[in-house]
């Protein structure tokens, strides 16, 4: 057998207590997000919700919750709702709430003493008010909630202890033999039997595993098989394995885990067998077996879901455990598929799926299928049908869909579950794709793309299989040369650096007697023509080519945008932040951006202002790469945002038309200001090439950098040519790098 549960979890497998209820107190780990990886197999549709913690997560312990937090809630409802019945007509349920949730102690020691001296206070003359307090359930209400929240001052103090050796001990030797009494002499079987839980919780905060199974088996026969007897068997449970008697406290736990589903969670957390020789003496425990089936039911989870179900079919297979262990099992599987569509072919990928899926998984789950013995033999057919699927064997599942069909509940989570593998076998059978099949699969399409993404029943796992389908059939297309319709089911990156695909892209884009098919295929692109002109814009930019990048812009909804900064606007330090923040009489649209270098542009071309025009489009072209203050410019749903456009470090424009302006300077301030914004340029292309090179982007602090960067030619010439300047005043104030190359003189 597997060696159940992890090491590293924290241990309360003894039950730390938690408010009087005995709410049990669970051990988990909260491992991030719940994640259902590559799985469209949703095991809500067929396991009762009590199982749900359960399921298989790739990164929680405990599916859905992390781990369990409930100890002081799980049984709130419940509990409100059995005193609520046995107070009817006699106290309202506000103040059932608040005697059981919210009240002090105090309010509960003034009534207790009226009772006892028949003495009112001013405190009882209000309670009078509210309660009815000479009626017998009343008042013993009141008595109870007198012990038991003497008890829960230990066990709440004890709600947050993940360790059981530093535990709180509860050593109120007569409100134990008081307690006691009172289960003895209690004659309304409701208060007797919360008599009898609060008698051995109180045992076990006593710490004394004698008194408690002593207590347990002389009254456990009398004792009505509810909620309150799981909870105590929960606590006889936990001072078993207090005192290192694990087989005899996982035996007791898989009894809680088999017939109190609201404890199955904690059961789970406590279930561990500390060696071989512990789990086959749990199970020589065992004397039937539903029993000999909670033990393997409880061991699935921690161990092989397959072995476990095998026995536990062998025992009862009308077994419920089957059910949550089988979605288990089925979602283990569905993590080993691949479906890697860029580096592999269609064929290589159905032949490494089909060899991910365990044979002997694969045999028996069809096996067990075809024997229909279980209680729900529809969600054995849908396994095996997926199975099936996976495995290439798409006509035989088609048969086994039909049969889990006629005998599944007809909810729309399961209407919804079986739709879903139907179609999937649909589109993995496929080798090639044409006008039939886009006909026969655009229902299904529009269904799982469309109204899947807008409402689906709760907890449907449609998310995976609608991205592999996408992908799949983005594959296809791309095998038989369509890659406009392979790019519109799964959008690759870079598509829009061939021009002939661009084009193609657009001119598809633009049609007006595009198929249902193709208008689906439409709808779920990442992109339409606003966005790739945008992007034409933005590659025409950089490529200097400014009347097409105006044309683009104009066609493109992004031409009003608004830049952050001044793109005109040349600094002496790279301060984005800064110049967002600077007060501007003119926000630049990214066309005007465009419109005003092409202005510039027309100046320069005649010779006019050449030093101001030169460098203020230096500027614009620096300001729009990554290094500027407009790199807005660029960021799109094609490019990206952010980092994502780390690429756009290209300063060669900005570097040409700085060195325009500086061959038409005429002063020593025009000349240090070029050389200053030529080094810049400098900068960028050192440090670009630097960290493309490095195995890390952001490499930092290698000393080569302080060295290199002394010999930058734009510092050299201020240094030494134009150190008269206002200018260069300036730049040795803010520029660190320039200040450490003049007092290093180098």
């Known amino acids: 057998m597997k ?8 241990i309360v497998f003894s039950l730390c207590g938690l408010l009087f209820y005995g709410i049990i107190y ?4 909260d491992w991030g997000w719940d994640y259902d990886g590559n799985s469209s197999f949703t095991p809500e549709t067929f396991v009762d919700k009590s199982y749900s913690p359960l399921f298989f997560s790739n990164y929680q312990y405990f599916y859905g919750i992390g781990f369990d937090t409930e100890h002081v809630t799980r ?11 046995f107070l009817k007509g006699v106290c309202s349920p506000k103040l059932v709430r608040y005697f059981l949730l919210e009240s002090s102690s105090k309010d509960v020691i003034v009534l207790r003493n009226y009772y006892a001296t028949n003495k009112k206070n001013t405190s009882v003359v209000q309670w009078e008010k509210k309660l009815k307090l000479n009626d017998p359930k009343v008042k013993s209400f009141i008595q109870f909630m007198y012990y038991a929240q003497i008890l829960e001052s230990v066990s709440k103090s004890d709600s947050y202890d993940w360790t059981y050796e530093n535990k709180t001990v509860f050593e109120n030797r007569e409100w134990l033999k008081a307690i006691e009494k009172k289960y003895e002499t209690a004659t309304d079987a409701f208060m007797k039997n919360r008599y009898w839980f609060q008698t051995i919780k109180g045992y076990y905060y006593f710490q004394s595993l004698h008194l408690a199974a002593n207590f347990f088996e002389k009254t456990q026969a009398s004792t009505p098989k509810n909620t309150l007897y799981y909870r105590g068997l929960s606590y006889i449970a936990g001072l078993e394995y207090q005192t290192k008697n694990y087989a005899k406290a996982n035996y007791l736990f898989s009894q809680v885990f088999d017939k109190c589903p609201p404890l199955r969670v904690v059961a789970a957390s406590c279930f561990h067998p500390q060696e071989q020789a512990d789990w086959e003496q749990a199970l020589k425990l ?14 699935g989870y921690f161990g092989d879901e397959k072995l476990a179900l095998e026995k536990i079919y062998a025992l009862n297979p009308k077994s419920e455990h089957l059910h949550y262990l089988l979605t288990r099992l089925i979602n283990i599987q569905e993590q080993k598929l691949v479906f890697d569509f860029a580096k592999k072919s269609i064929s290589e990928i159905k032949s490494e799926n089909k060899t991910a899926i365990d044979e002997l998984t694969y045999e028996w789950v069809v096996k067990i299928a075809q024997d229909e013995k279980t209680s729900k033999t529809y969600l054995w057919h849908l396994a095996a049908g997926y199975l099936q699927t996976l495995k290439g064997n798409f006509e035989i599942a088609k048969i086994s869909y039909a049969k889990a069909e006629q005998q599944m509940p007809s909810t729309p989570l399961a209407k919804s579950q079986l739709r879903l593998l139907r179609f999937m076998n649909q589109w993995y059978a496929l080798e090639g794709i044409n006008a039939t099949n886009e006909i026969a699969l655009l229902p299904d399409l529009q269904w799982l793309y469309l109204d899947c993404a807008k409402k689906t029943p709760e907890n449907f796992r449609f998310y995976s299989a609608s991205m592999l389908s996408k992908m799949y059939l983005s594959a296809l297309y791309a095998k038989q040369g369509n890659l406009v319709m392979a790019e519109l089911f799964n959008s690759k990156s870079g598509f829009y650096i061939n021009p002939a695909q661009l084009n193609a892209m657009k ?23 606003n966005d790739i002109n945008a992007y034409q814009a933005v590659e025409a930019t950089f490529q200097n080519q400014i009347p097409q990048a105006i044309a683009f812009m104009e066609q493109s909804n992004y031409a009003k945008e608004k830049l952050y900064g001044n793109p005109f606007k040349g600094g002496i330090q790279d301060c984005h932040d800064c110049d967002h923040a600077e007060p501007q009489k003119t926000k630049y649209s990214l066309l005007q951006l465009l419109v005003i270098i092409k202005e510039k542009q027309n100046n320069l071309a005649v010779n006019k202002e050449i030093f101001s025009n030169a460098v203020l489009l230096g500027n614009a072209f620096y300001n729009i790469t990554y290094f500027g203050n407009a790199r807005h410019f660029y960021e799109g749903k094609i490019n990206g945002y952010g980092l994502e456009t780390y690429s756009r470090t290209d300063c060669s424009i900005a570097k040409m038309y700085y060195q325009k302006a500086l061959a038409a300077a005429k002063t020593d301030e025009q000349k240090a200001q070029c ?12 440090y670009t090439n630097k960290y493309k090179n490095n195995e890390y982007y952001w490499y930092w602090g290698n000393d080569e950098d302080k060295i290199n960067f002394l010999a930058w030619n734009g510092f050299k010439e201020l240094k030494n040519n134009y150190s008269n300047t206002k200018f260069y005043q300036e730049v040795l104030q803010e520029c660190g790098y320039f200040k450490t190359y003049v007092e290093e003189g180098k």
């Open 3 to 10: 060696t159940t549960f992890l090491k590293n979890c924290a």
């Open 75 to 85: 049984f709130n409802d419940e509990v409100l709702s059995d005193w609520n019945g």
């Open 286 to 299: 065992a004397k039937t077996n539903d029993e000999k089936v909670a033990l393997w039911a409880i061991e």
């Open 507 to 529: 001119l598809f884009l633009s049609k007006s007697n595009k198929t249902a098919f193709e208008q689906l295929a439409t709808s779920i692109y990442g992109y339409n023509l």
């Open 675 to 686: 050389y200053y914004l030529l080094a810049k340029c400098e900068r960028n292309e050192y």
């Open 26 to 29: 669970a051990c988990g780990g």
